[in-house]
């Protein structure tokens, strides 16, 4: 279109949510769209061995309600004000150990953040050392290609991290033959 330059972005692709880079980048778009829902990749639902234990769960739960069903004669004799005083004791253990979770997961992420942000300003520092000591222009750019290569290397373990293990090798290898 006329008047509009080459950084032009149509409306749709300005508000289509694009996937990040790196495991550090988010879309907050996404988060407050109806999108967070069907994203599941990096999500336990999408671990194999949770589903495992959960089939083994409920044939244990299916089996103990058959056998009690089969043995008993009349179910609703039964007196469950034991079961109810431990499925109440059980929600509040529950939820305390799902705070203390969260409360650890968000922990991680932050000084995860903050060790980038630690990185980044240990090589601003570097280069204005550098700088002030009257190094060599030539030579205070190569110290930071490698301070760059250093962060990349980081970023990349970290996406490697978050793979499954048959697709980490192949992620590796393309990282290192670019």
Known sequence: EEGKGEGYNSENEENELQEPDDSMSYDAR????FEVFKDLSGTVWTKTSLWKVMAFLVLISLTVSLIVACSLKDPGQLDVA????????????VGLLLGFFLSNSVQRWYNCTNGFLELFDAIRSLHMQLNALGVPKERIYLVLRYCIVSAHCLNNDLNADCLPAAE????EK????M
Not at 30 to 33: E, F, G, I, P
Not at 82 to 93: A, D, E, M, R
Not at 168 to 171: I, L, N, S, V
């Open 30 to 33: 996404k988060l407050v769209s």
């Open 82 to 93: 034991k079961f109810q005083q431990i499925s109440g004791f059980l929600k509040v253990i």
């Open 168 to 171: 980490r090798k192949a992620f």
């Open 174 to 177: 393309e990282q290192w033959d």
